[in-house]
């Protein structure tokens, strides 16, 4: 008897603090306990647009290439390049699920580089070839191209805002503290390196436009 009289002090201590365990938990969820893993989600899906972008731009460049080797076959140097520098962005990739490799991502963004150098150059010898400035082919793949690299951009900045996001989710009060406890596998995502001025789209300008 006197064992089951000290025993209850100590239940009654208890039930304030799982009363308050009772409050708090759901408070806790309405703070975002969602919030970690709806970033992750939006940080993947504005990578696979980067992705799609990306490969709409290197879907253009073989007919790209056909056309300005029809009117400038001689170019055989800038338009292999083109090719070469294709065939290495499209080797590399980076899924949304390997998007927490920094490496993988530099690796990526390097041989789209590469191609984007690659298109430049191609661009600048065109302007030698008023036929092929003139041709129609030529001129919607202009207007394609333009816009894929416009596309780009705007994908490439999408996705650097939503890495931002995301990884802010966690190191930041609350949802560090689903980070802590329950989202414990989940890392930072890579981004982008490469400064904010030199994201610009490259212009595409085959000099096809009229003077105002």
Known sequence: MLAQRLARPSTFR???ALLMMAIVLPLLAGCGYNTIPTAEENAKAAWSEVLNQYQRRADLIPNLVETVKGYASHEKDTLDAVVEARAKATQITVTPDTLKDPEALKKFQDAQAGLTSALSRLIAVSEAYPDLKANQ???ALQAQLEGTENRI??????YIQAVRDY???LKTFPSVLWATFWFRSNEPFATFTVD?????????????????
């Open 167 to 169: 990884n802010l989710t």
């Open 196 to 212: 904010e001025d030199k994201m610009q789209p490259p212009k595409v300008d085959f000099g096809t436009k009229q003077g105002g």
């Open 137 to 139: 082919n030529f001129l």
């Open 14 to 16: 208890t039930l304030p």
């Open 153 to 158: 951009a705007v994908a490439r900045r999408d």
